[in-house]
């Protein structure tokens, strides 16, 4: 079992490539309360606890350490188990380097941008190259019960780019 839930929060926060501040501010709290939590010092309010699991794609069980079950890095869920479309977030994360570029988009908003003709931008960084990306053919996986890490490119300069869905 965890030691703690936060440090559980912490090693989510870190696996999806998420600043303190950034969590703080998808919670409404401050970055202050997230470091409090990740260092055993306080715990998250209860409310908050429905709020974060939805955040890292876990449930409330796998935040107290409960479910020691390791999650595939892709998964079909079934309809009664998936979230809304409309609270999903399209998330690409970019590491070159010591640099780092973490976007976090609204599924329902990429959905609309392609269906008005939008194409997204292209991700290109060093050696990786994901102008081909169909990113209609993720909608579609995503609608039909596919969540996670959709695509993971690494280039032959230590360059990664990661899309998931969560």
Known sequence: M??????KIAELRREHNMKQDELAEMLGVTPQAVSKWENGASMPDI??????????GVTID?????????????????AE???????????????????????????????????????????????????????????????NGVIGKLVEVEGSGGETVVIEVC
């Open 2 to 7: 965890q030691e703690n839930i936060g440090a």
């Open 47 to 56: 409310s908050l606890l429905p709020k974060i699991a939805q955040i890292f």
């Open 81 to 143: 188990k998936r979230k809304s479309f409309d609270e999903m977030i399209l998330r690409i994360r970019v590491q070159d380097g010591g640099d780092k570029v973490n976007v976090n988009l609204p599924l329902p908003l990429v959905k609309l941008a392609l269906e008005i003709g939008m194409t997204m931008p292209n991700v290109n960084t060093g050696n990786v190259d994901l102008s081909k990306v169909d990113f209609n053919h993720i909608i579609k996986l995503v609608e």
């Open 62 to 78: 796998d935040l107290f350490g409960v479910n020691n079950t390791p999650k595939p890095d892709v998964q079909m869920l079934p």
